[in-house]
């Protein structure tokens, strides 16, 4: 089943107890993303990645790292996480080429809270 | 930066009205995505407009693309209790894959 997973599914952590968020993809998808959503701010992009080792960064990067060093894994890591990061996450991905978007397949989600 | 604003921000109906969401961005868009959230869940792509002026549908859908490609509706017909979700449009920021989510509708559909 073609798929994105995304784990934990639900963190609860301190301030800055470094994280990482894992994804990963069975679709040999080149494009890869992440996002956090706020109610009211909509989907909010952080990073994403063209292809292994092609990274850039989003609308909110700050605070947040990402590596692709496999096509299919694009994990998100939080160095020091303070509140201001407690939210939820989805990673994406979707096929790249002929200059156009493609449909991007979701995770489920997980849920990240910073005390 | 490239904005993308959606209204309404809410929206309830009873079952059988129709609805319709309308997505606006600050810049030309070279295409645009819709999604659907139901809640509790994750996006789901629903659609890709890449012409002017194009229109698409699905069932009782109804997806448009401006002329000036710059704004773009998704129209449901009779809308039904399996209609309830967040709606969201995404366009890229210029030529990349940087994008750019609308702040959503999210629909109720009263019973």
């Known amino acids: 089943e073609a798929q994105v997973t995304q784990n934990p599914r639900y963190l609860i952590t301190v301030t800055g107890k470094k994280l990482t968020v894992t994804c990963s993809q069975n679709?040999?998808?080149?494009?890869m993303s992440w996002y956090r959503q706020d109610p009211g701010l909509g989907l909010r992009q952080i990073y994403y990645?063209?292809?292994?080792?092609?990274?850039d960064k989003g609308d909110v990067p700050e605070g947040y790292k990402v590596s692709r060093k496999e096509k299919r894994n694009f994990p998100l890591i939080l160095e020091s996480p303070s509140p201001n990061q407690t939210s939820l996450y989805f990673c994406?991905?979707?096929?790249?080429?002929?200059?156009?978007?493609?449909?991007?397949?979701f995770g489920p989600g997980t849920r990240l809270t910073v005390t | 930066g490239q904005q993308v604003m959606q209204i309404p921000q809410y929206q309830h109906v009873q079952e059988g009205e129709d609805f319709t969401t309308y997505c606006n961005s600050s810049t030309t868009l070279s295409n645009i995505q819709w999604y659907k959230q139901r809640p509790g869940g994750h996006p789901v792509f629903l659609i890709q407009?890449?012409?002017?002026?194009e229109v698409k549908k699905q069932k009782r859908l109804t997806f448009q693309f401006g002329e000036a490609k710059k704004n773009s509706s998704l129209h449901i017909t009779a809308t039904q209790t399996t209609d309830v979700g967040t709606y969201f449009c995404a366009g890229p920021e210029g030529a990349a894959y940087k994008y750019i989510f609308g702040t959503g509708t999210r629909l109720k559909v009263l019973a």
């Open positions: 990645s063209m292809n292994v080792e092609v990274t």
């Open positions: 679709m040999n998808h080149e494009y």
């Open positions: 994406a991905s979707s096929r790249k080429g002929g200059g156009m978007g493609h449909e991007q397949y």
């Open positions: 407009l890449v012409k002017s002026g």
